[in-house]
């Protein structure tokens, strides 16, 4: 269950998260493909990157790539996250004292 449960608020951040991936992404590529000097820069940063593709795009461009991020996310941060959940129940995170072990942890993260 922690699995699920992990891997549902890792997917529900993502709807949050991802109009800032989209816009980082554009942010590198812009003018990536002309030679330096040669493009015109069309974003002058994250906050206006935002502004303009609302207005070009639409604002549904800010959540392009939505499915395939939200299942990444599912699946990477919901085993990550809800096996350590596990171990941690299962005590497999302390040492012999009850005390929460630093190599412990390491190794089961």
Not at 37 to 55: C, F, I, N, S
Request: glycine share 12%; charged share 15%; aromatic share 6%.
């Amino acid at each position: 269950m922690e699995v699920v449960a992990a891997g549902l608020s890792a997917a529900t951040t993502c709807i949050f998260t991802n109009p800032l991936e989209v816009v980082k992404n554009r942010l590198q590529l812009q003018g990536e493909l002309l030679a330096r000097g040669e493009y015109v820069k069309t974003y002058r940063g994250p906050v206006h990157g935002l502004v303009v593709m609302a207005r070009t795009d639409g604002l549904v461009s800010l959540q392009a790539g939505l499915g395939p991020a939200m299942v990444y996310q599912f699946v990477m941060n919901g085993l990550r996250l809800g096996t350590f959940a596990t171990m941690e129940t299962h005590g497999w995170v302390r040492d012999s004292d009850g005390g929460v072990s630093l190599p412990r942890t390491v190794g089961c993260s």
